[in-house]
């Protein structure tokens, strides 16, 4: 590890040769540049990041074709001349050969920014180093690493944001209204910030969060998508969610789910809040995996408690169908979030729908035929559906918990025997359609798909044996009783 001076910050000799390749470039072009941003902040804090961002008091995208010369071989330069920024990317000499990974460095000119108020574009124009502190989100992020001549390493910090750093706060540099009308995504990266870092919004930039809130609505869902994705994949999302709530920002973009929050009583009796219930599953099931879409999974497996909640007299309170209704609302949730309408959505949808079934068998006798039902269903995502039904249990009762895992664990156990004996996971019957059609000389036709599904509900319920001259006797005499035989 190697110092840049000013404070302690520890770089890689990587990561210093490649500033101080910039560096030439920079004095060579006799220009003044900073290491500014999110790579200043996590290098303070010890935290891994690959993307180095260089603002010049000068010609951002002059200063890049220069600094690519200093590399070999020599990186394209990716340059945007409306936005005066340009980019290249250098292999990380530090990654093992197996997993080759490049550090993105990215250039831009100093800069001052304004903006209309129905807009989170900014009007720019040139600027000072000091018009491109202020203009950024928080002063944690209003950091700058000098890069050129005799101050190269000196650190400029006119925010304390070391200070806030070490105080685990998330403020903004300006007037935090004037920061979040700006830009008001910013709102959600404060509580994004929060979420990673584990760090406290300031007092009074929470209040203007809850104050400016409405302003959420001029960002496009795209970017609203990545953050709340970031809150997502966070080390404990509740944090973030929490916040979202607490702000009025939830409500904004996401009402179905702050929808779960709240428990009513009726004649003593009430249901927990499931609210609170989603983000301790959600907390549950991300200490065990990053998987952006089984997270979600967590998130939305009780969407549709709401819709279906109702009191029953000398029952109490239902949520029946919830799973079925939860899973048809996720395409359009997804679709609300600007989430991807694909493989991911229908995967998130199938957990939201099946969540409930190794919880009721573990509940009961578990027959054979139950179990090659859930595992035909599930399919490949069995396991991904079974770290979400153990995270969805999180009774306060240490005894009812210690009870359910146990159970959960016989049908685990009697999900691999029967999978090992029957061979029933990405199953297809043995017998397809074409050979139906073709015994029996039928076209297409509902009665091939009633034959088909006859031979796969046998098979499931062990009324014969996931065998090919099985399936096929059973096929004829299905035909028989429908009425179909085989021409003369």
């Not at 000799?13 to 004095?27: D, M, T, Y």
């Not at 600007?338 to 959505?345: A, D, H, R, V, W």
């Not at 949808?349 to 068998?361: A, G």
């Not at 036709?445 to 034959?451: Q, T």
């Amino acid at each position: 590890m190697l110092f840049l001076r000013g404070m302690n910050i520890p770089l890689s000799q990587n990561e210093l040769l490649i500033l101080k390749r910039i560096s030439l470039a920079v004095n060579d072009l006799q220009m003044e540049a900073y290491l500014v941003g999110g790579f200043v902040r996590d290098k303070i804090l010890g935290r891994p990041t690959k993307d180095i961002d260089i603002v010049t008091l000068g010609d951002g995208i002059e200063l890049a074709h220069r600094a690519a010369r200093e590399f070999k071989p020599v990186p394209q330069v990716s340059f945007f001349k409306n936005f005066g920024t340009a980019q290249i990317k250098v292999p990380d000499q530090e990654a093992s050969p197996e997993n080759p990974t490049s550090i993105e460095i990215e250039f831009v000119g100093a800069r001052k920014e304004s903006y209309n108020t129905n807009s989170r574009n900014p009007i720019v124009s040139p600027g000072t180093l000091s018009d491109d502190q202020h203009r950024r989100d928080f002063t944690i992020n209003a950091m700058a690493i000098r890069l050129d001549g005799d101050a190269f390493g000196t650190l400029v910090d006119p925010f304390d944001g070391v200070g806030d750093l070490q105080r685990k706060i998330i403020k903004t540099p300006m007037q935090p209204e004037e920061t979040f009308s700006d830009d008001p995504l910013r709102m959600m990266r404060a509580i994004r910030f929060a979420a990673q870092l584990g760090f406290n919004i300031e007092k009074e930039t929470f209040e203007a969060i809850q104050k400016m809130a409405h302003r959420i609505s001029i960002v496009s869902g795209e970017r609203i998508a990545d953050e709340l994705n970031k809150i997502v994949l966070s080390p404990k999302p509740s944090i973030g969610f929490d916040l979202l709530r607490q702000s009025g920002l939830l409500q904004i973009i996401f009402p179905q789910m702050v929808a779960l929050a709240g428990a009513e009583y009726i004649d003593g009796k009430g249901h927990k809040d499931n609210f609170t219930h989603t983000l301790q599953v959600l907390d549950n099931i991300s200490e065990h995996t990053s998987d952006l879409w089984l997270r979600w999974a967590a998130i939305l497996h009780d969407i549709g408690k709401p819709p279906t909640k109702k009191f029953e007299n000398g029952h109490g309170w239902t949520f029946h169908g919830h799973e079925v209704v939860g899973g048809r609302m996720v395409p359009k949730i997804f679709a609300q979030l600007k989430l991807p309408q694909n493989e991911k959505m229908k995967f998130v949808r199938k957990l939201v729908e099946l969540h409930l079934r190794p919880i009721s068998l573990s509940k009961e006798d578990i027959t054979d035929s139950a179990i090659r039902r859930l595992i035909f269903d599930a399919g490949e995502d069995l396991e991904s559906l079974f770290m979400l039904c153990k995270a969805d249990i999180t009774s306060k009762n240490k005894e009812k918990v210690r009870r359910y895992l146990a159970n959960f664990e016989l049908v685990m156990e009697k999900c691999a025997i029967v999978e090992e004996k029957d061979h029933i996971r990405n199953w297809q019957p043995p017998v397809t359609g074409e050979m139906i059609m073709e015994y029996f000389s039928l076209p297409p036709c509902r009665m091939v798909g009633d034959i088909k599904n006859a031979i796969r509900e046998a098979i499931l319920d062990g009324i014969i044996p996931n065998e090919y001259d099985a399936a096929f006797d059973f096929m004829i005499q299905k035909g028989m009783e429908l009425g179909v035989t085989k021409p003369a």
